[in-house]
């Protein structure tokens, strides 16, 4: 038969739609026509699956006429994942393999000159479409890729190094061998993050961030240089409850749409630290086609953005509605793409331009105009979604050497884990997600607190955006000591991380 249909999948963001390759024998002068809006790299398959299967022993049908088409037609395609699948489609159609057994499987992977298999981007993706499509196929993927998307529960993935591997599974009767089944790759043993216990004093900043990391709150750090921001938002991972099933599952798919994820790091939070000369698009994501960026790639983890005024404003503007929504959509003129950005996030900046500011051991340098110019990189709305503001002293030697040991990571993360699995219990979702009737009916308050905290949001002069955020912080609180309700004193601490930097 001169037709043989092939099923593989591309990438669409997050999404891995099915496509259908078919591939037709016919006679004519020799040619080898690809169509179905295919990128560069994908047309160029034309030499390296010719070479494959010469340099493999295995016949091409040079005489032919060899039409192969990427349906559907107004799907973009790209990269050399449609190798394997229209390599695969040439020997059904020549009759070199049994093209009835293709309709069990999909297939992706990228082929050498030679033959061999390489690994392909967003295998997890891929195997998560698939998971979810009625007609349940089995999905045959290079190694690497294979275990990765073998991650999936359920699915069966079958693993391949050779084209001819491949193809002896295809062939018929008693000849068939059949391919190996993909093993998800155990976990490595967990990154022993550095310990809180190292930074010495802080005791207010520890405070915040076991706060943030109880009730999924953004923290941003003020303070002069060397007080050991850096140092605490290294720790902060530390602190965070183990990921769920689910959740990994996630962050692994958008890790792997960039060749980014490690079957060993599975249910290891993600800690991205980008450079501050980082782009809008290289923090939201962008290109053509569509790829994540770090808020993206930090999802379920932790971004942490050091030296935050020093980033292009453009680019801090851009996390706004991210920070809000967790998810970001990047429309171009020819697509749209979608990606989850449900990240916690960490920022640090100096006070001024020297960095100085209100540090008692050196005096500051710069005026109040230069002062108000630079905090000024941060425009009022960004900063208003920041949830935590937190003031890093500057700490005299002499008081840092007399200075006890801290807790440690562990001792915290305990609490931290007793306060989430409360939220968890009690609504569903962190403290920080609560929104319209959850937010009044597991943040209210009694009369004192009210009053309270509407007194303090008059005196300064808050939107109703920061009132509804220190009610969730006293919920993050109250929750840290095992208290049914929001109280007085709560509130109270609630507000005192509201007043670092103003929002006006």
């Not at 349906?71 to 070199?96: H, N, T, V, Y």
């Not at 698939?130 to 045959?140: F, G, T």
């Not at 960095?355 to 110019?373: E, F, K, Q, V, Y």
């Amino acid at each position: 038969m001169p037709l043989a249909v092939i099923r593989s999948r591309s990438l669409d963001g997050l999404a891995a739609p099915e496509v259908t390759v078919e591939v037709h024998l016919a006679n004519g002068l020799p040619s080898f026509t690809l169509v179905g809006l295919a990128e560069t790299e994908v047309k160029e398959a034309r030499e390296r699956v010719r070479a494959a299967l010469q340099n493999s022993g295995l016949e091409f049908p040079h005489n032919k006429r060899i039409t192969v088409n990427l349906a559907p037609a107004d799907l973009p395609k790209e990269s050399g994942r449609f190798d394997l699948p229209i390599a695969l489609g040439i020997l059904a159609a020549s009759g070199q393999i049994d093209a009835r057994r293709l309709d069990a499987f999909e297939f992706a992977g990228e082929l050498s000159l030679a033959g061999d298999l390489r690994p392909v981007r967003g295998a997890l993706a891929m195997g998560l479409a698939l998971s979810r499509h009625r007609a349940m196929r089995a999905l045959v993927l290079p190694r690497g890729s294979a275990e990765e998307a073998a991650l999936v529960e359920g699915l069966p993935v079958h693993t391949a190094a050779h084209l001819l591997e491949v193809v002896r599974s295809l062939l018929q009767g008693e000849a068939a061998v059949p391919l190996p089944r993909a093993v998800a790759a155990a976990p490595g043993e967990a990154e022993r993050l550095p310990d809180l216990r190292d930074v010495k004093g802080q005791a207010g900043a520890k405070r915040a961030l076991e706060i943030a990391a109880a009730g999924g709150h953004s923290v941003l750090m003020v303070g002069p240089p060397g007080t050991g921001k850096s140092m605490l938002a290294q720790r902060f991972a530390g602190l965070l409850p183990p990921m769920t099933h689910d959740e990994a599952l996630e962050s692994a798919a958008v890790l792997s749409l960039v060749g980014d994820f490690r079957p060993e790091r599975w249910r290891q939070r993600v800690l991205r630290s980008p450079h501050h000369t980082a782009s809008s698009v290289a923090l939201v994501g962008g290109g053509s086609p569509p790829r994540p960026g770090e808020i993206s790639l930090a999802h379920h983890g932790v971004l942490f953005l050091d030296e935050l005024l020093e980033f292009p404003r453009a680019a801090l503007e851009a996390l706004r509605e991210p920070l809000e929504s967790g998810r970001i959509v990047i429309s171009r003129a020819a697509r749209q793409a979608e990606f989850p950005a449900r990240f916690q996030l960490l920022a640090a900046m100096n006070p001024c331009p020297c960095g100085h500011l209100g540090n008692p051991l050196r005096s500051c340098r710069c005026t109040p105009d230069a002062i108000a110019r630079y905090q000024g990189r941060i425009s009022g709305p960004m900063l208003d979604r920041i949830d935590l503001q937190v003031e890093v002293p500057a700490v005299a030697p002499e008081s840092l050497a007399a200075a006890a040991d801290g807790e440690a990571s562990a001792l915290v993360a305990e609490r931290v884990a007793q306060a989430r699995l409360r939220q968890l219990e009690r609504q569903h979702c962190r403290n920080a997600e609560l929104a319209g009737d959850a937010l009044d009916a597991h943040c209210a308050l009694d009369a004192a607190s009210a009053k309270f905290l509407q007194t303090a949001a008059t005196r300064l002069a808050w939107s109703g955006r920061s009132y509804h955020r220190v009610q969730r912080i006293a919920r993050s609180i109250a929750d840290l000591g095992g208290t049914a309700t929001v109280q007085v004193a709560h509130i109270a601490e609630a507000i005192q991380y509201r007043r670092v930097l103003s929002a006006s």
